[in-house]
Structures are given as structure tokens and as C-alpha cells.
Nanobody, 126 residues
């Protein structure tokens, strides 16, 4: 059974940092592109970042460029989202998602992904 489990969320003050993890089980993450998404209350789910399976290509939403960094450790079957300089508007439930694609493919569109984690809450507040 393919499963993605996010962790690392929590409460952080503005300007702080968090690192989210997305651990895969039941499949080899090497072959899957990964997207990071978030959804705040009353808002639509939006793409935050994505990373291709093997090529390591990444893309970011304008709102997080220069602050967030996606990376992957295929040996650990885990993908990470390092979030720095967090702002209150980053508060949301964060999800990772996976899709089986070519090594250089990546997309920040939620509809491009088949498998989703359960989400982890990130709250940025003083």
C-alpha cells in the first residue's frame, strides 16, 4: 500500500524555521516526482514547491521563493521542505504528494499528483 506521511509541523514564531519531512512507504520514492502543497482555512489548496524524481529540478511558488527549499534523500525514501523566515501567512496544513513521472518532470499543480499524505499543521504566530 502506497503511503506518504508528513511530519515536522508545529507552532513557530515569525522569522523562525521548520523542516517538514515526507516519508514514503510501500513504494520507491526515487521514481516519483514530489509536490508540496498547503491549504489555509477557507482557501483553496495551493502549490508551494515541487521536485523531480531523479533530476533534482525544483520549482517554487513566488510567495516562498528564497525562503523554502525542497530536497530529497532517496536512500531514506524521504523528501524534505526546509522553511525559513516563516511568516504568519504561511500558516496552513501542508501536504506532500507523489506521482510517477519521468526523471525531469515536475509540476506545482495539485491535479498532477496521485498520492497524498494526511497533512501536517504549520502555525506561524507570536
Amino acid at each position: 500500500q502506497l503511503q506518504l506521511v508528513e511530519s515536522g509541523g508545529g507552532l513557530v514564531q515569525p522569522g523562525g524555521s521548520l523542516r517538514l519531512s515526507c516519508a514514503a512507504s510501500g513504494f520507491i520514492l526515487d521514481y516519483y516526482a514530489i509536490g508540496w502543497f498547503r491549504q489555509a482555512p477557507g482557501k483553496e489548496r495551493e502549490g508551494v514547491s515541487c521536485i523531480s524524481s531523479r533530476g533534482g529540478r525544483t520549482n517554487y511558488a513566488d510567495s516562498v521563493k528564497g525562503r523554502f527549499t525542497a530536497s530529497r534523500d532517496n536512500a531514506k525514501n524521504t523528501v524534505y521542505l526546509q522553511m525559513n523566515s516563516l511568516k504568519p501567512e504561511d500558516t496552513a496544513v501542508y501536504y506532500c504528494a507523489a506521482t510517477l513521472r519521468g526523471s525531469s518532470w515536475y509540476s506545482i499543480l495539485p491535479t498532477s499528483y496521485n498520492y497524498w499524505g494526511q497533512g501536517t499543521q504549520v502555525t506561524v504566530s507570536s
